[in-house]
């Protein structure tokens, strides 16, 4: 022990300690997060041992903090606008992981592990967990952004209300037998996690609800990041007063903030986004610090089979998920290792355990085996995180592009019109709806309408380009209809039209409406192979993904300039 037990001191040298860390891992080409967890290995008590356990625990604040923080960045991303076009294969994800992953965990760990059936429903249940700091860290580290991201991140989000809700019912299956003088009935089993659920999910959305009316007026950034940082303390202070879960009251303030406000993204990131690299700084050294290097030894073939079925568990759920979805190639291969990380929420579940003494007969060796696995998740997942961010072609996309209106949710495949007028008239609603717009429907109708009996805006090739002027606003908006057979729209080059992409520009767009046209035509005006493709796009995401992720889209949908 070469350091005092001044916390502050600590904390300074920890945050000083985790940026150089991470700065010396991406220079490696590795994770920043691995870097940070391997240096609070190297300094904690598995270590070098260099500072006194009680300052450690002094920053447990700091750590709850950034746990909070993470928690509302993931719940943010839980937009069901957004995530309109993945609601199947995070719902059917959702389902595999609940089920396939803790069976798969659980039966490994009783029949292979020689777990007592206690730790293993227990176990099972913690497996479903992903690190949702780890993941937000990655993805803003490779800057990444697409229709895998978006599923990698909803999905974590998601399973992590479900690892607390099974747990929740594993936890009293446990105390059947143990707790003296009471048995558990079926209905205490679902009581239990439907109430944690409830209240915490209550009270993150009551605050997020008084966060956005105080924030309704408010513009500058500093007040904004106050406001914030003052909810996500008081949301997760409340939760641990109250027996509640921290994690899911923050989980759905950011949820709330993000499906009732269009400025949820100003909101959220004003309390974290000057703060994130500090904050995954001392998160992941701090949580290097508490893992114990003994329990990989002491734990032995448990360990290593828990871990080994969580991945495959992982692995096969999603899979199977998300082919059922009808989910694209890279994110039916590369989703399922991309969920390994686990930390935060698997921690903080085995605390519970710890501070119960109805557990104590097996608090222990649930913890030995937890912290293991955690630990051996911790070092190599984010190795896999990155590979697949990667290997998904999303990562440097997390950058405005000439066609970046058109997301996941914008698009309709199969889009069924008997008519030029019927076609628009769908594709405008879809485009005030998916863009959560204020503006007069039936104006901007009309708007496109007169511009189209003007003059035909199909340009041949398959392609129409309908448009008109969005009154507020500064930004291009619009929605693409796709049609394999086509329609019969009097195209100049007498083909049938197979794509609609209905624009709304605002006055001050004309320019960018321009290169935005341009790009289009480019897109699909001479290359017959992508126009194959994109008329027999089964799924919105996998239209997406041939504008946006092919590796040839950049020559057409470029970045644009910051």
């Keep these: 022990m070469l350091i005092d037990s001044n916390a502050m001191l600590v904390l300074a040298i ?74 199947l294969r995070l719902g059917l994800l959702l389902l595999g992981e609940m089920t396939i992953t803790p069976a798969i965990v659980y039966v490994a760990a009783v029949y292979l592990g020689g777990a007592g059936w206690r730790v293993g429903m ?29 599923t990698l991140v909803g999905a974590v989000a998601l399973n992590n209300i479900a690892c607390i809700l099974l ?56 007040q904004l990041a106050t406001f914030s940082l003052v909810c996500v303390m008081l949301v997760a202070g409340l939760a641990e007063s109250l027996g509640l879960s921290s994690l899911l009251a923050c989980l ?43 329990d990989l030894i002491a734990s032995g073939m448990l360990v290593a089979v828990v871990f080994v079925a969580r991945a495959v ?19 039916r291969q590369y989703l399922g290792i991309a969920l390994i990380p686990q930390a935060g929420v698997a921690v903080g579940l085995m605390l519970l355990v710890r501070d119960d003494p109805v557990m104590a007969p097996f608090a222990s060796s649930l913890l030995a085996v937890g912290i293991a696995v955690v630990t051996l998740s911790e070092l190599t997942g984010p190795f896999l ?20 209106f058109l997301h996941e949710e914008n698009i309709v495949v199969g889009l069924d019109a008997r008519s030029k007028e019927g076609a628009i008239e769908q594709l405008v609603d879809v485009l005030i709806r998916s863009n959560h717009l204020d503006a007069d429907r039936d104006q901007l109708l009309k708007s496109v309408l007169d511009r189209e009996a003007q003059m035909s805006t199909c340009f041949g090739e398959g392609l ?12 291009i908006v619009g929605a693409m209809g796709i049609s394999k057979d086509g329609w019969d729209f009097s195209a100049p080059d007498g083909r049938p039209v197979h794509v609609m992409v209905v624009l709304a520009t605002p006055e001050t767009g004309r320019a960018r409406h321009l290169q935005v046209l341009a790009a289009l035509a480019k897109a699909l005006g001479t290359d017959h192979s992508r126009q194959r493709q994109l008329y027999a796009a089964a799924t ?19 970045f644009i300039e910051e």
């Design 14 to 87: 920890v945050i000083v300690g985790g940026l150089l860390a991470g700065r010396l891992a991406r220079g490696v080409r590795v994770a920043a997060v691995t870097g940070q967890i391997l240096l609070g290995v190297l300094i904690g008590h598995s270590g070098l041992s260099l500072f006194p356990q009680d300052a450690v625990e002094a920053l447990t604040p700091v750590t709850h903090l950034a746990l909070g923080l993470i928690a509302v960045v993931v719940g943010s991303h839980l937009n069901l606008r957004r995530l309109r076009g993945a609601r």
């Design 122 to 150: 227990l176990l099972a249940a913690m497996a479903v967990s992903t690190a949702p700091a780890t993941i937000v860290a990655l993805v803003a580290e490779t800057r990444s952004r697409g229709v895998f991201t978006k």
């Design 167 to 222: 747990f929740e019912v594993a936890r009293m299956a446990s105390r059947v037998g143990l707790e003296a003088g009471h048995d558990a009935t079926a209905l205490e089993y679902v009581l239990a996690p439907l109430r944690q659920l409830v209240f915490s999910g209550g009270l993150g959305g009551v605050i997020g609800v008084v966060l956005v009316l105080l924030t309704r007026h408010v513009i500058r950034s500093d």
């Design 252 to 294: 759905f303030l950011g949820f709330t903030i993000a499906n009732l406000t269009p400025d949820k993204d100003e909101i959220v990131e004003s309390a974290f986004v000057g703060l994130r690299a500090a904050i995954f700084g001392v998160f992941f050294t701090l949580a290097g610090m508490h893992l114990d290097l003994q």
């Design 313 to 331: 568990g992982k692995m096969c759920a999603a899979r199977l998920s998300l082919t059922v979805a009808g989910a694209t190639q890279k994110v």
């Design 385 to 404: 995180v990155r590979h697949a961010l990667l290997r998904s072609g999303e990562a440097e996309q997390d950058r405005d592009r000439i066609l970046e």
């Design 464 to 475: 129409s380009v309908p448009h008109g002027i969005l009154p507020t606003g500064s930004r």
């Design 540 to 558: 919105p995401a996998h239209a997406w993904e041939i504008l946006h992720a092919d590796d040839e889209s950049q020559d057409f949908n470029y």
